[in-house]
């Protein structure tokens, strides 16, 4: 019988990079994804003939420009478009904000709502650069074991103790309130214009189950910020093709490297014999053995779910059992014949897209709207304002949507995955058509442009992408479930409790969005324990 040297369970882009990597060291991969194309959330999918539908994950920033090199994944088709533009606020009282990479340019157009904003926005900006650099090295790291006495896990907590101690006393406390504290602490500090704080937030309460008085929500805000595109930091882009053809190109370096690739291929079990994991099962009762097993699921899925409870410690099961899905997020996919055109800025839409359709269409007038709709899900129900995040692809992107069509991507919050009263077969609808009136307000005729749409509530994201709750992070990305903490106390090492199986996925340090970030370190660790024929017993 034929065996792997590593069997990859999912083929997301996390799981497609640990491939790559491995392969390229000369491993040999067999990636297992269950779906019938690779990249998990991470796709393009033709819902609609012509339109290329980026069904999940939207956007990109956060992919680590390592990856990018290393793989030369520009060569196997990858390209992003920078949207500049960022953001677009409309308000209820007919005014505007317009937010890009230009700082000068923000400054003129916050001005408008606050000149004390407009003043303090550089210094904002700066500070949270200079964080930045202190901490983004850690997102490619391996978390030390804060609960270790061995002398290399002490010496590596030293390591980044003396990153925040560089810092100094003004930006180290800040740094310290962004990993553990709440969003609107730290923007109603900064800024008192509501309009700008409210723009800013949404990024901390995008696909989390809080509001932006949770503590942890700064961290999220900030989690955001830190990626680039071409270099430019906090810039975001899409996809040309759709985010699909991200993970094509990842599976088409790992493939160059001499990587296998089934797709249709559920695996049902991990195949554990002495404590150790020999390889996988799928649906049909087919056994591929391998000398190593790497998991592109969450925790709870592959340890509970495709290994079993029997196999593990009572302690490690329970805590699997305890990890925090809660999410709050449905994704409507929009074809579109027209822009919209927006009440705020009357000359746009319907042909040439303008500024306010490249970036993030908000409809999120301020702090308190945002308090509400979380107020809403607390309750049980889907929020009656809903918070949007609107963006329009195919106004920077000509290839996702037929010539003079249009293709929308909508983020809603707050859904919760169990409702107080009836389920997600009846309200799916009802709560789509919510989100159309909110951005019908600000665009008048909206509506009546939809061709079609696709409503994908919480259960709905766990039934077609894996992801336990619906939550789109692998996990809820608060302080208790960060970095080493990450997956589970004691095992943040994408090592697992079980002999040669590793977890690669967000479920992993650092986290949620499409980074590659998880799986570039899960390789890293695991060419690590070849060359010290390591074996955790």
């Known amino acids: 019988m034929r065996s792997w040297d590593v069997i990859v369970v999912g083929g997301g882009h996390n799981g497609l990079v640990l491939a790559a990597y491995l392969a390229r060291a000369g491993e040999r991969v067999l990636v297992l994804e269950a779906r019938d194309r690779v990249g998990g959330a991470c796709t393009t999918e033709e819902t609609w003939p012509g339109f290329k539908v980026s069904t999940a994950a939207y956007v990109v920033s956060l992919f680590r420009p390592e990856i990018v090199r290393d793989l030369e994944l520009a060569r196997h088709g990858y390209r992003v478009l920078r949207r500049d533009p960022s953001s677009f606020t409309p308000l209820p009282d007919g005014r505007s904000l317009l937010l890009g990479p230009d700082l000068a340019g923000n400054q003129r157009e916050v001005a408008r709502f606050s ?64 990993l553990a504290g709440a969003a609107r602490d730290v923007l109603d500090r900064w800024f008192e214009s509501d309009a700008l704080k409210a723009t800013l937030a949404t990024d901390a309460i995008i696909g989390a189950w809080a509001s932006p008085s949770t503590p942890g929500t700064a961290y999220v805000l900030f989690h955001h910020v830190m990626g680039e595109v071409d270099g430019a930091r906090g810039v975001w882009g899409y996809v040309r093709g759709g985010m699909g053809a991200l993970s094509e190109a990842i599976a088409a370096a790992a493939r160059a490297s001499g990587a296998e690739i089934r797709t249709g291929a559920r695996v049902e079990r991990i195949l554990v014999r002495e404590g150790a994991a020999r390889g996988v099962a799928l649906g049909d009762g087919t056994e591929l053995l391998a000398r190593r097993v790497a998991s592109n699921a969450d925790a709870t899925r592959t340890l509970l779910g495709l290994v079993g409870e029997a196999h593990l410690p009572p302690a490690v099961a329970e805590r699997a059992r305890r990890i925090d899905y809660a999410s709050g997020s449905v994704k409507i996919n929009v074809a579109l014949s027209a822009l919209p055109r927006f009440s705020a800025r009357p000359g746009g839409g319907g042909g040439e897209p303008g500024p306010e359709h490249r970036g993030t269409i908000h409809v999120a007038p301020s702090m308190d709207y945002l308090e509400r709709a979380f107020d809403d899900a607390r309750a049980g129900l889907p929020s009656r304002a809903p918070v949007l995040e609107c963006t329009l692809p195919s106004a920077v992107d000509d290839t996702v949507a037929p010539a ?44 009546a442009s939809v061709l079609a749409r696709e409503v994908l509530a919480p259960p709905d994201l766990e039934r077609r992408f894996g992801l336990t709750g619906g939550n789109i992070f692998q996990g809820a990305m608060t302080l208790p479930q960060l970095f080493s903490m990450r997956p589970l106390p004691g095992f943040a090492d994408y090592r697992t409790p079980i002999a040669n199986l590793y977890l690669c996925g967000a479920a992993t340090h650092p986290g949620g969005g499409i980074m590659g970030a998880c799986g570039y370190n899960a390789a890293r660790e695991m060419l690590r324990d070849r060359r010290r024929g390591w074996r955790r017993s």
């Open 404 to 447: 003079g069509k249009h293709l929308m991507s909508m983020f809603v919050q707050y859904a919760p995955y169990r409702l107080a009263s009836g389920g997600w077969e009846e309200e799916r609808e009802r709560f789509a058509d919510r989100c159309f009136a909110a951005l019908e307000e600000y665009a008048p005729g909206f509506t």
């Open 115 to 178: 000149a004390r904003d407009a003043a303090r926005l550089p210094a904002y900006e700066a500070q949270l650069e200079r964080i930045a650099r202190a901490i983004e090295p850690a997102l490619l790291e391996t978390p030390p074991d804060p609960f270790s006495r061995r002398p290399r896990e002490l010496l590596r907590l030293a390591r980044m103790g003396a990153r925040l101690l560089r810092l100094g006393r003004e930006d180290g406390p800040a740094a310290m309130e962004i």
